[in-house]
């Protein structure tokens, strides 16, 4: 299976942009890249996703790489409330037809007031 | 609507005793997944099913472990006989669909399992 590599934490002050790091050097053609984050004591929700264009929401924005080994997750003004832990993942189609999120083990994200 | 619904929240129980954890997705998904959480190994998929039929179970450690989801609205993770290495917290999550358009997986608040 595909990996996906990401610090384990960083800081960002409140109100600047951060930037969270992922590598996937092993992704397939097919694979889509998403983004959850975990608040504590809740379950995983959804962030974004992307294969090889660039994606904007709400919320952030994703950057891919032209090679798609490595993507960034773009918060553009951190708050209190970003404070999570941020996964990259893979969603990766199996040759059976079937798929499967293979979850990093993610990025703490620490919000300075 | 609700949102994906667990029980129980927290569950604390004996070696040996048998476990049962519920999920109920959201109307009108037809996926379902059961990820474990834990310290040591992160997030974990378990098993999911796809219009109540288990499509890849792949993920279930053990054949202590057995997941059914006998209609659309309701799915039981159970755990016999339960060991200390389940204590876990146990996440059930559903989507509309498989396509890059329909497969965001909605996460529920999860159950914190500790055996004793």
């Known amino acids: 299976d595909a990996k996906t590599t990401q610090p384990n934490s960083m800081e960002s002050n409140e109100e600047e942009p951060v930037h969270l790091p992922c590598n996937h050097s092993?992704?397939?053609?097919?694979?889509?890249i998403h983004w959850y984050r975990q608040l504590p004591s809740q379950g995983p929700e959804y962030v974004i996703h992307?294969?090889?264009s660039n994606v904007n929401n709400r919320m952030a924005s994703l950057a891919i790489a032209e090679d798609r080994k490595s993507s960034t997750l773009i918060l553009h003004r951190a708050t209190l409330r970003d404070a999570a832990v941020y996964y990259c993942?893979?969603?990766?189609?199996?040759?059976?037809?079937?798929?499967?999120?293979?979850f990093g083990t993610g990025t703490r994200l620490k919000v300075l007031a | 609507d609700a949102g994906v619904i667990q029980s129980p929240r927290h569950e604390v129980t004996e070696m040996g005793q048998e476990v049962t954890l519920r999920c109920k997705p959201i109307?009108?998904?037809?996926?379902l997944f059961w990820y474990r959480q834990t310290m040591m190994r992160g997030l974990e998929l378990l098993i999911y099913?796809?219009?109540?039929?288990?499509?890849?179970d792949s993920g279930m450690p053990e054949d202590r472990f057995s997941a059914k989801m006998p209609n659309a609205s309701f799915s039981t993770l159970k755990i016999q006989p339960s060991e200390p290495r389940d204590s876990a917290v146990y996440f059930c999550?559903?989507?509309?669909?498989?396509?890059?358009?329909?497969?965001?997986?909605?996460f529920g608040p999860g159950t914190r399992l500790t055996v004793l």
């Open positions: 999550a559903s989507s509309l669909g498989d396509s890059p358009s329909t497969d965001t997986q909605y």
């Open positions: 092993t992704i397939s053609g097919t694979d889509y």
């Open positions: 109307s009108g998904h037809d996926y």
């Open positions: 099913f796809n219009n109540n039929v288990p499509i890849d």
């Open positions: 993942i893979l969603r990766a189609l199996r040759t059976s037809g079937t798929y499967k999120y293979i």
């Open positions: 992307g294969l090889t």
